[in-house]
């Protein structure tokens, strides 16, 4: 179960960050949808490392070759594989890791798990990298959903105490919502964008990390799509994007948020408009018992600070059980949540074709 | 899928709210545990209404029959089930429904996702009394986890604007976990809990309603359970949790928080005490990788205002598409989030009952 | 997983034979399906004891109460569930099982698997009676595929060495395929049927009792529907059958005497017919590489004779490990094949409303 | 779902036969389970064609690449995934695949399943090929079983009106069992192995070909492993070799012979042996309600013959819906029951390891 998730659509996940590749096999797309390979690098290049001084200056050639399920442009129907060479690995930044935990990582509880066996080299399954094929098969479902009508945007919401602008809930539009990913840093304000750099700079300089925040909005999903109790949106959305590593908190519409507020203020009254059903304002995030509305599709995704930090920190050596100091060194992010924007994008493209197909079928959706 | 939930341990919840009953099935549990009928109604009678002002004065008898799986006093290891009948429903108050969407409810999108077939009575199986069978079979896991030292606990830890003290999340101890949930209203502090109180009757007396947050605590629970990616433990719980209608969100540890901090800050060093590796902070709430540190595990879930308000909405009645003006009126919490504090224990127990039998398979747990 | 069952139809089924009920929860149905009740009771009497010496006196009232998911004649879309009341259960009867293992049944295994804590009464949740919840489900499938003019039915293929005859696989009408469930003793030929009766009358004088086998058509279910390798509408059909107690195997098509044939033989050639096209044989049972060929279906299930028989029998009393000799009293049909008629059906109904559900969606079988 | 398969231990199966590669990602696995690679191609190398005149002459390079949750020789616990590359594919052989349906073959229903969108070149998804996968992951479950005692075996007991003797289903030992597998051609009797391939020799020279069948032995599996109704080790064994092409038919113990059994005959006396509890026969092929006896586990699987033969077949163009006559050329096995062996003994290791881990979870089996 642990690295396979979907019902309608069947997601696997494998691969090790220093180990031959990483990559994901798809279960269930329909089949014969066009696949614009162009695009889908533009999508996934938006994850990738090594772009500006933000980001960890390994070099990732992150394009996949197509092992099955992609034929002539197109899906076929059949499992859709995908692998991604790792390739400019050094393994020797990481030898310690074996034996001696990284705060804030997940080396001692694997090392519980895998009793001692799993690949522990750069994270190994546990490391940011396994997001390259979350990123990918996402950026297919994208494709997938786009052809509908339905359009996925994400933008960087928040970092230290230095937050972008809201999408406007209930009159978001697709190049507001669009425009972040597309421009060289994810935030919707360009100054309060150069801010948050100069943030995550900050830290950087101090050999320490920052947490952020991940904003991802959906338009022209049809309403009435989901399901009641564990088959929810929100259900679909959080069981993946709690996928992504160093993902501490989801959260639809106004979220926790709604916890300081009164029904009044919170309800959306309902409204016609050019005879649609719509609501006034969208505190929901498109999303009532855990079906879509047809409102914008909003939530939001915290994401702590990268634990791999130069400064000294204490810890133990867990095979001997004695204590240590340690200094991560090696290519870390220093704001993971940059890089997590197309990541969040791909989750939810993934949540909600898996709940268009429970609806349509494949033959509602390959018609 | 949509009620259905879990992969070691499997979640069916069925019912509408004026049906004949509503009730779920576990599916694989652990054979002889013995189950203490007594505790569980203890338990279960935390989210029945009618205890208080606070609450519905509509009377629940929520005791369930026991359908199967539960013999001379312990769980068989056949399928659990049990169902709670409907009494005392009043479904005139609801008449409205078929084609007047209460704004924040699932009227409208209930009626487009079943073609209008569904049963919209007291909001059918949209409606918040679908958590008995889910606090019934959480009290249930509740049980058996005791039985290895895992104790659960939760309180109301935000009501509007007024906030209740939280869990203290490395020191956390089993008397403090445990003694919100025991007292006449689940709060730590007790003039935290008075002024809550005032806050959530303030609305009622205004015919609004009020949100709130819940924080749950997880003591015993052992390290090295749970499972990357899709498999964590956060995602098991998000998953369950985010099936408790008005939840908009949920986090874990520092949560949100985590978004503004810095490694330096987020990162829980890690020592040893008495021999065994503990970590001296807990800002990952028990939770890396996935997987349990041994540490408390610490999540909060929010809730929305209870939609249901007896002030005028606007709305539309969706069958005629035309604007109308709702009053909702019958038996409404201003606040769902108090009576909810056992439900989120309930999830609790029910994701980390099936993450444990993944470690230890039925056999493991018999023993 | 145990009592849990589909993908895209999800069926849980639970209870004991000697406990207070048995049931199930059908989740994912299409809303709005009227359901006959009337029908449904047709259908599910033809599974009911009592009706003649064949089959066990002992009286079952099998009709249900719905207890959700069923609401002005239709489904609602919601869980459907369903519960059986356990009545005439005369417990002394098999007050022996929890030490002495009765030949050819689950004593032994279940006292194993359950640790010895599991309801052992009557078979417990082993028994035959288990069929009647899924026969139930089955039944109701049968009606949604009915109203697509899908047309299920089966009859006793054989009964010790006397054999009815097949249904002609390529030429099968809906007359010649539903007749024999509608006739008190459910044959195509009523002779062969006659010496089938005397088969049966004769090993139950002879305190014994005797296999059978059952043949199972469907007729007007659309073709390619199914999907390759685990979920073809094989895999489906025997996943489902073999969950009916007393099944040893499954064939599809000319099943195992397809071993003896040259391809020559086997291959069904196409053709077209009436402008659609077919093949002039059907020795694939109307399935190629796991999807229907538009062919009538058609499959056959193995039953092993009752193992409760009233001659003695050489055993062990495996709570104090010494040998013991039996002779099993009480109430048992001494051939289950005859009454697992409507259950062959119903295990065909599920599992092929399950793929029509993977091809179409909820929206594309609720308009 | 298609082709993803299981609970505990998940098989996610991708590739098309003239795609890229094919290939498998097991999610599951125990942790520091030693594999070793050259047993591994052992039993992998059974499989491969071009051994003698009975397969087809096509060269297979069958030895895969790991990609991942293989390190220092043994399991890592995360996701094992495998890659086997295509090579020595003639794609012009299979040019008309696009529009004139092999009878016997998934062309016509691939066509209508997937829009046409499918790629056909070889079979593709539908290929016998796609066993090669199977067989290696069943390899892998095959060494983690042998290293608690569990051995599986299977021969060809059937080819054409041709039969081997069966395995002694009460007197099974090890050499006999692993014996078939380890001659150059699969059957207990060498004499009639000689008979049999005179058999497929014939039906190769005659340009025709000829069905078989497969019998498969487990020995040391312990009692008590499986779960009722549809988690029964009938079940889940069904539910794979179900999708292994060509199968028609599975049963278990006497399977369809005890149709027309007595119970007397059938049931199995239960008796003590040196202390254990064991029956004295075993038609039931070491499985009562869906769980194991302890008793040797023995299932049949049928095979149809290959359909693809060179002698002329009358069949349709299913695009421009015209007659056709076809002669199938190239390279194909005129049984595939032959290289199947090795295939059904995977179904059954993948099968029994689920059901272990379904007891044991992963820290019983990694300990």
Known sequence: MPSIWGNYLKLSIFGESHGPGIGVVLDG??????????????????????????????????????????????????PLAALIRNHDTQSKDYSQMQAVARPGHADFTGFLRYAGANDVRGGGHFSGRLTAPLTLAGGIAKQVLARRGIVIGAHLVQVGGCADLLYDPANLDEETLLRPGNAPFPTLDERLGARMQRVIEQARMEQDSVGGMVECGVLGFPPGIGSPMFGGLENRIASLAFGIPAVKGVEFGDGFLACALRGSQNNDPFTLKD???????????????????????????????TPSISLPQKTVNFREKRPETLEVHGRHDPCVAVRAVPVVEAAAALALLDALLEAQGYQGMQA
Request: charged share 20%.
């Open 29 to 78: 797309l329909p089949a014969g949808v066009p696949i614009d390979r162009e695009e889908l690098e533009r999508f996934t290049q938006r994850r990738a490392p090594g772009k500006n001084r933000n980001s960890t200056p390994r070099k990732e050639n992150d394009w996949p070759e197509f092992l099955s399920g992609y034929w002539n442009g197109a899906t076929t129907g059949t």
């Open 275 to 305: 005879g649609q059903i719509v609501t006034e304002t969208n505190h929901a995030g498109g999303i009532l018992g855990g079906i879509s509305t047809g409102m914008p599709i909003l939530f939001r995704v915290g994401f702590k600070p």
